[in-house]
């Protein structure tokens, strides 16, 4: 595949998503990235919703950033677990985007989140450009996304040891988030926490990676969402069905003591 290719005017220009490979050709570290990737996307897309009624915005999973050309292409890009990138569309020239290409959006992420699958020396190495060679052909993942990429915030997320570091983008320069008193990590722009919350996410009980909203409810998922309204419904059900039953009882005691007047006697409707 050719990086560049020339224009009618003879000038050589930048390849766009569709020229660019969609995979780097390595296999997803283990079982519970992609799940963790779903449960991020669907419990925050109602906020996102909320923010860019537009719906101009994208989330990526697992898909490239490419923020330099280089030979094969797949070494100028960094693959976040998972990030959003706001006030972009959706999708290019009617397609979804196969990566997401800097010299062509010009925005970068609002958050890059990477999950931890080794002992975490990848996602915190700060080995600049200048030092790679012929022993090291990509410069430290902390230091592209630092000082190449830079979200404004960045998180690794370590589910062996249950814990989330979170950085902020400051004078370029990334510094660590402390956490909030729910342990939580604010993210301003978006209105919402991040955190760790243990609990059984499809049929797997882990530390999960999740969103909060500002005062601490856990954004809940489409699936979950559904449960909390079928409980509503039940418990509706209930109290409708417990008030007929109360209604009904009241109705016999009236009978009853209407049978016991006119056993004396008395009419119970001159009464």
Known sequence: MTIAQSSPLGITSLPDHTQLPDSDGTFVKNFQE??????????IKPTLEQLHPDGQYTIGQDCGIYWR????????AESPDWFY???????????????????????PPLIALEFVSGDGSEERDRTPLSQIGQDR??????????????????????????????????ENHYELVQANERGHYPIEPMGVEVGIWQGRYGNV???WLRWWDREG????????????????????????????????????????????????????EEL
Not at 69 to 76: F, Y
Not at 158 to 163: F, I, K, L, N, P
């Open 34 to 43: 992609h799940p963790q990737s779903i449960l991020l996307t669907d419990s």
């Open 69 to 76: 050309l280089t030979d094969p292409p797949e070494k100028g």
């Open 85 to 107: 990138v706001p006030n972009v569309p959706p999708s290019l020239d009617g397609q979804f985007r196969r990566s997401y290409v800097l010299w062509q959006e010009f925005i």
């Open 137 to 170: 052909q990509k410069p430290g993942k902390f230091w592209v996304y630092e000082q190449i990429i830079r979200p404004a915030f960045y998180g690794i997320y370590e589910v062996q040891r249950a814990s989330v570091e979170v950085y902020h983008l400051i």
């Open 205 to 207: 009980e882990l530390p």
């Open 217 to 268: 409810n856990l954004l809940l998922t489409g699936e979950e969402r559904a449960a909390v309204e079928r409980q509503r419904a039940e418990t509706e059900r209930q109290r409708a069905e417990q008030a007929e039953l109360e209604l009904q009882q009241e109705r016999q005691r009236a009978e009853r003591l209407a049978e016991l007047l006119r056993s004396q006697g008395i009419n119970p």
